[in-house]
């Protein structure tokens, strides 16, 4: 394995390590792109089989393959998905980037800046502001999942998802429900139009209403929207919650198909379908739960990566890592984003971190041994 001797940062790509994440944090393509732009690039041998990416097709971009140790012991910025990938190996020389779920898990962030790792999230990029969109992770992750999520449901119902006119005579099309409009949502719906079900959908930010119907589906009315901030629905109050569960719980027993993606930045995920409307879904209707995942989900009961049959016969599917299951689109797209982020942090030839930049700021959680994203510091101190 040898590496370019002036290599302007050196880019280590690591092997995800949870069972069920087949994505890689970086592709041959992309790879061939960072050479080209002065970088090293290194990748653990295997990192992207899951996904259908080999060793020689790394190599052949112009990076070298090697093993774990030798990425951890040559690289600068190591590239991940989970911070589970690289948690153990760490020291101040490194850089982590990925999706680190920082204001889920502030306490790892505490960790890294004791390690002095400086930690860059994808999770709190500011995505409004246009220079950042291209590094926007979150997005491109959410739209392959929103993709999959109603793959899956079309896959577990036990109907057509299209109006099917035969010999035999015509089949209704399937009624689905996506509760949660933003970017997963809306790849939900337009992924199940296309599949010729009729969509209805639903999402607090009264905003999210038009793209709904310019998806071509239509908005489920529950009498209860929130003005969106900085883009994001807000965090109900107990009693607001409440209500909304209890009103798209009398409307989920309508629908053939229930389609979950609803998140509240750096908050679990709100409870929509609680146990009682499964129980007013008919036998062999279907619910997908794709905010299912370590901090819980919007269906009661539903556990990622588990599917149910409740006693009425309702299919829960908690799916987990859905944009994992496409892994050659997501890494793609994830790829493309982490080249993007390259290039913005090495602009002056070099790697600098500047706080002072918007964009920056809201990536760097830790630098220097110490937790520097205010959001996440004001956990840690319990002043949030
Ligand atoms: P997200 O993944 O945090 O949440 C998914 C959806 O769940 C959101 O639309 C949210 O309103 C909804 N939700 C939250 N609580 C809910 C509840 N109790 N009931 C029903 N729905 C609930 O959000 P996201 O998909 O990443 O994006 C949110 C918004 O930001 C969207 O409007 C999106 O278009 C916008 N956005 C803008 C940019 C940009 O300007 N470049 C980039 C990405 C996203």
């Known amino acids: 394995m040898t590496l370019p001797p002036h290599a302007t940062l050196t880019i280590g790509v690591l092997r995800e390590q949870a069972a069920d994440e087949q994505r890689v944090g970086l592709t041959p393509d992309s790879a061939a792109r960072l050479v080209a732009a002065g970088h090293a690039v290194v990748v653990e041998s295997g990192a992207g089989a899951r996904a259908w990416f080999r060793d020689d097709e790394y190599e052949s971009a112009g990076a070298a393959v090697g093993p774990r140790a030798t990425v951890l012991d040559a690289g600068d910025l190591v590239v991940c998905l989970h911070p589970s990938a690289v948690l153990h190996a760490l020291s101040p020389r490194h850089i982590v980037l990925g999706l680190l779920q920082p204001l889920l898990d502030p306490q790892l962030m505490a960790r890294m800046a004791e390690a002095g790792v400086t930690a860059l999230s994808f999770d709190t990029l500011p995505r409004t502001v246009s220079r950042a969109q291209s590094m926007d992770a979150l997005t491109s992750q959410a739209s392959v999942a929103g993709y999959k999520a109603a793959l899956v449901a079309a896959d577990a119902y036990g109907g057509f998802f299209p109006m099917l006119t035969t010999a035999a005579g015509t089949t209704k099309p399937a009624t689905v429900l996506v509760l949660g409009a933003g970017v997963a949502g809306l790849q939900a719906i337009a992924t199940a139009r296309r599949l010729g079900a009729v969509v209805t959908a639903f999402d607090v930010r009264d905003s999210a209403q038009s793209d709904i119907r310019s998806l071509g589906a239509q908005v489920l009315d529950v009498g209860v929207t929130v003005q969106s901030e900085g883009g994001y629905a807000r965090q109900l109050t107990a009693e607001e919650q409440a209500e909304l569960t209890d009103r798209v719980a009398d409307s989920v027993g309508r629908f053939d198909v229930v389609i979950t993606t609803a998140q509240v930045p750096g908050r679990p995920p709100p409870l929509l379908v609680p146990e009682r409307a499964l129980q007013l879904m008919h036998p062999g209707s279907v619910v997908v739960d794709g905010a299912a995942g370590d901090f819980g989900g919007n269906v009661e009961g539903s556990k990622a990566g588990h599917t149910v049959v409740t006693p009425s016969g309702v299919t829960v599917i908690g799916a987990g890592a859905l944009a994992s299951q496409v892994p050659r689109a997501a890494s793609t797209a994830y790829a493309r984003n982490v080249a993007a982020l390259v290039a913005y942090f090495t602009r002056s030839g070099s790697f600098a971190v500047d706080l002072d930049d ?23 101190e319990g002043t949030s």
């Open 358 to 380: 918007e964009v920056q700021a809201g990536l760097v959680i830790t630098h220097g041994g110490r937790v520097v994203h205010p959001a996440v510091r004001a956990l840690l």
